[in-house]
Nanobody, 116 residues
Framework: QVQLVESGGGLVQPGGSLRLSCAASGFTFSRYGMSWYRQAPGKERELVAAITSTGGSTNYADSVKGRFTISRDNAKNTVYLQMNSLKPEDTAVYYC?????????WGQGTQVTVSS
């Protein structure tokens, strides 16, 4: 079955960096665009970054532009989110996401906490 497994979250100080990974299985990874979302306590889930199937195009939420980078390795069936210059407002659970015609799949999420 389709599965997305995130890793790499944790506690980091403001200004620090983290790299999230999302390992995909159960589908032909190289054929699908992938996205990262996040949800902070008391807030709606929001799109953070997205990447096309080949990695040739990306887009970002305004709040993370210039600080976050999404990338993928189709040989490893993995999508990444490099997060630099982290701010307390980046604190959230980060989710990996893929959409098929009749099915949307989310990972279990990984907690990112930015605090001194």
């Amino acid at each position: 079955q389709v599965q997305l497994v995130e890793s790499g979250g944790g506690l980091v100080q403001p200004g620090g960096s983290l790299r999230l990974s999302c390992a995909a299985s159960g589908f032909t990874f190289s054929r699908y665009g992938m996205s990262w979302y996040r949800q902070a306590p008391g807030k709606e889930r929001e799109l953070v970054a997205a990447i096309t199937s080949t990695g040739g195009s990306t887009n970002y939420a305004d709040s993370v532009k210039g600080r976050f980078t999404i990338s993928r390795d189709n040989a490893k069936n993995t999508v990444y989110l490099q997060m630099n210059s982290l701010k307390p407002e980046d604190t959230a659970v980060y989710y990996c996401y893929v959409a098929f015609v009749l099915l949307h799949v989310w990972g279990q999420g990984t907690q990112v906490t930015v605090s001194s």
